[in-house]
């Protein structure tokens, strides 16, 4: 039984280290008014019929903080690149000199800046509630364990670690929204 203990509070480490990534891959593509080349992924380009991510297809770079290139490597693909930036939606217009297509980070408006400091927070909160979920799932297994043998003792004390590991991941998720929401309010 002991052994099926710390295989579920393992199983939720992972789970919860796993909804950390996530938000953190999340956070990258929300743009705090610098150049990063994160918010172009996701972006598909028709290549030879296959869909292929952006940066498959071309040299992505920052030469300065307020701006991306994208060097195709091949000068027919710089009409498809633009128009999938379009289509993208990113609030970013691409200015496509037949060589290379360059993305100009506008400075952040206030109004902007703080409907992007919302969906931070939006995104740790949905964080949250996925780790609150294993926590949740977690219990109701020990629960279990308890009706099939489990001492009371050992239960109390899975309990009481799978909270530890809780207040440890939330204590993680806002310091991560923090420092993003600073990045974000600093002009």
Do not use: C
């Amino acid at each position: 039984m002991e052994e099926e203990v710390k295989m579920q509070l393992e199983l939720a480490d992972d789970s919860m280290k796993n909804a950390i990534d996530h938000l953190k891959k999340q956070l990258v593509k929300i743009r705090a008014g610098k150049a990063n080349v994160h918010i172009l992924d996701g972006i598909m380009v028709d290549y030879y019929g296959t869909n292929t991510p952006l940066n498959q297809v071309s040299n992505i770079n920052t030469p300065d903080p307020k701006m991306i290139t994208i060097q195709p490597w091949e000068k027919s693909l710089i009409e498809i690149i633009d128009k999938a930036i379009m289509k993208a939606n990113i609030g970013i217009t691409p200015v496509n000199d037949g060589e290379m297509i360059r993305l100009n980070i506008p400075p952040l408006t206030e109004e902007r800046r703080i409907n992007l400091v919302k969906q931070v927070k939006s995104e740790g909160e949905n964080t949250r509630i996925s780790v609150r979920s294993t926590r949740r799932d977690a219990n109701e297994e020990f629960k279990t364990m308890k009706k099939n043998g489990l001492s009371e003792d050992m239960e109390k004390d899975a309990e009481a670690s799978i909270q530890k590991l809780t207040d440890k991941y939330m204590k993680i998720i806002d310091e991560i929204v923090s420092e993003k929401e600073n990045d974000i309010m600093t002009v």
